[in-house]
């Protein structure tokens, strides 16, 4: 299976701050048809999780801007560009270009 | 407004069994891939199995392969997981997920597997 490996585990900080979370697969999650297959989900407290990047960099509907996906390959990043209250809870990186799909271990933003 | 509803969630003696369905409503169901993930506090987020539009394609990860059961009924808007031959390991949340035009998560289920 693909692992996939985010970090950090813990990320507190201040509001109307950048934050950043990495993660990286353990094989090239680059299809042939050229899509890099894999998505971002947020998980707020006592929430089911929801998608807010997918294929790499495209938000989803009514995702606010400050977030952004990016990477290449093995290597990805979603930054947010300046941390809201409400964007507390953990996120997930998942990908599906093998089966089985598989998440990261996930990152708990927390606010300082 | 789009809604996954899941049922079907209890307490089940290991290796009894289990029917899990998610009625969906608020979207265009029969065009959606639909997928069954579980959760828990140790292991996160794990794929179960997921099953494409037609109905005619499934597949499992390899821990409930032979033992769980994925279908649909795009009449019904529906999507089932059966769960045979059910193990402590099995103890989860189990989500339904639509994946299509848009991505769409039920709010859960739990099954708890235990003597």
């Known amino acids: 299976d693909v692992v996939m490996t985010q970090s950090p585990l813990s990320l507190p900080v201040t509001l109307g701050q950048p934050a950043s979370i990495s993660c990286k697969s353990s094989?090239?999650?680059?299809?042939?048809?050229?899509?890099?297959?894999l998505d971002w989900f947020q998980q707020r407290p006592g929430q089911s999780p929801r998608r807010l990047i997918y294929?790499?960099?495209n938000r989803d509907s009514g995702v606010p801007d400050r977030f952004s996906g990016s990477g290449s390959g093995t290597d990805f990043t979603l930054k947010i560009s300046r941390v809201e209250a409400e964007d507390l809870g953990v996120y997930y990186c998942?990908?599906?270009?093998?089966?089985?799909?598989?998440f990261g271990q996930g990152t708990k933003l927390e606010i300082k | 407004e789009v809604q996954l509803v899941e049922s079907g969630g209890d307490l089940v003696q290991p290796g009894g069994s289990l029917r899990l369905s998610c009625v969906a409503s608020?979207?265009?169901?029969?065009?959606?891939?639909m997928n069954w993930v579980r959760q828990t506090p140790k292991k996160g987020l794990e794929w179960v199995a997921n099953?494409?539009?037609?109905?005619?394609?499934?597949l499992y990860v390899d821990s409930v392969k032979g033992r769980f059961i994925v279908s649909r009924d795009n009449a019904k808007n529906s999507v089932t997981l059966q769960m045979n031959s059910l193990r402590a390991d099995d103890t989860a949340v189990y989500y339904c997920?639509?994946?299509?035009?848009?991505?769409?998560w039920g709010q859960g289920t739990l099954v708890t597997v235990s003597s």
């Open positions: 997920a639509g994946w299509g035009d848009s991505n769409y």
């Open positions: 608020g979207f265009t169901f029969s065009s959606y891939w």
């Open positions: 099953i494409n539009p037609a109905g005619n394609a499934k």
């Open positions: 094989q090239s999650l680059v299809h042939t048809d050229g899509k890099t297959y």
């Open positions: 294929r790499l960099s």
């Open positions: 998942m990908q599906y270009r093998h089966w089985p799909h598989t």
